[in-house]
């Protein structure tokens, strides 16, 4: 993380995009990521910017540690919530896709694995795996030495892998499986559905107990699936239309209700299968989707 700096223009609006995927790739969350940014950019606004050597990393560190004290905040509140917990889904351009890493990291699923670390550890994970920081930065950035950050970085690492979903899929391939999944969702069409389902698939949904019809646990196997499907349209009379929208670096399905959007619902894919559904429909995480996130590394 070197400095690029313009002079003309101050360093936080030039890593703004940054200091974003920063803090919501620690939170998932845009609206807390959007918060740490304002407390970030008046912390950074009393700095003495000749005293700093490299304001890229003077920056993340701010955002890192504003992200960790939310972190402990948000904790508290997860606690209390109705039902599964899911990120809170990003609109991303197309182009995210192509930087591979940042794709895998950004993804519901490893997002929702990244819920599993504490605090600190989810702050490593991040910085060192898909910010490439130096442990000595790290360190700095967490409060801790950097002996410390590598045996942290370790475990977390270990972590992560164990329990991520094989995502190894071409992007072409992703967006084929999507495609089949969009067409047999839309028309009903039980075995197409069966078809592109794993049969161990689960289905995670967050409605946050705002939401007729949402799961509040997992739903486990393709036929059960189908069958809660099914049965929720009928019993609430809904008729959802879904359509291909690329959310968090990968194409997922919009879902709209009588022409407003309802949910989102993201996939993860072994072996031309989809072995995860995570859908959003809580109203209060779809409100930033209109318009696309700018991200960057």
Known sequence: MGTHDDPGVDPFVAHRSLLFTVAYELLGSAADAEDVLQESWLRWADVDRGAVRDPRAYLVRIVTRQSLNHLRTLSRRREDYVGEWLPEP??????????????????IATLTVLETLGPAERAVFVLREVFDLPYDEIADAVGK?????????????????????????????????????????????????????????????????????????????????????????????????????????????????????????????????????YSVANPDKLSALEAEATLAR
């Open 90 to 107: 990003l609109r991303t351009s197309r182009d995210v896709a192509d930087d591979v890493e940042l794709a895998e990291s950004l993804s």
């Open 145 to 277: 030495t950097p002996a410390a950050v590598r045996q942290i970085a370790h475990r977390a690492k270990e972590h992560v892998a164990a329990r991520r979903p094989r995502m190894q899929v071409e992007r072409a391939e992703q967006l084929a499986v999507v495609e089949r999944f969009m067409v047999a969702f839309n028309t009903g069409d039980v075995q197409g559905l069966m078809d592109v389902l794993a049969p161990d698939v689960v289905a995670i949904g967050d409605g946050g107990g705002k939401v007729r019809g949402a799961a509040r646990r997992p739903v486990r196997g393709a036929e059960r699936i189908i069958a809660f499907l099914s049965g929720a349209t009928e019993k609430w009379g809904l008729h959802p239309v879904a359509s291909i929208m690329w959310i968090n670096g990968a194409p997922a399905l919009r879902v709209e209700v009588d022409g407003e959007l309802a949910a989102t619902v993201s996939v993860a894919i072994e072996e031309g299968l989809i072995t995860r559904i």
